[in-house]
């Protein structure tokens, strides 16, 4: 019988992150979390405010007799409200990973942000 994930597995690398523990980063296995990213990135470089970050597990369907899980879970991703692909934006994420109020924080703040870079100003 297949068992949704439970709220402990769920959350366990991110709040061992936040713990401060060493937690390991695999590029094909990205894990549950708040996160904060940088608005924008030239290249190498990220720079501008950091917006709010998160991955999550969609539940399947559970039959509610037996708590059975009957379809997949699936595995979801948005970075500064846009939905993201998890497993491309997971190396990236995992380097900073936050509270869940700082993450509502940076969420209420991302609306005043600019959409784009200011321009760099020519001598």
């Known amino acids: 019988m297949r068992q949704p994930t439970s ?4 959350w366990a690398w991110w709040e061992g992150a936040l ?3 060493p937690q390991p980063v695999t590029e094909d296995d990205p894990q549950p979390g708040f996160y904060a990213v940088r ?3 030239y290249g190498a470089w990220a720079r501008g405010p ?3 970050a998160r ?3 969609e539940p399947g369907e559970i039959d509610p007799e037996t708590g059975e899980l009957l379809s997949d879970e ?3 991703a948005e970075v500064d409200g846009r939905p993201a692909d998890p497993w491309r934006t997971w190396t990236w994420l995992a380097k900073r990973p936050i509270s869940i109020e700082e993450w509502k924080w940076l969420r209420a703040q991302s ?3 600019p959409e ?3 321009r760099k100003r020519r001598s």
């Open 7 to 10: 709220p402990e597995a769920k």
């Open 19 to 21: 713990d401060g523990s």
């Open 39 to 41: 608005k924008f990135a």
């Open 50 to 52: 950091y917006v709010p």
């Open 55 to 57: 991955i999550w597990i």
């Open 74 to 76: 699936r595995l979801c």
């Open 111 to 113: 609306p005043l942000l």
């Open 116 to 118: 784009s870079p200011p």
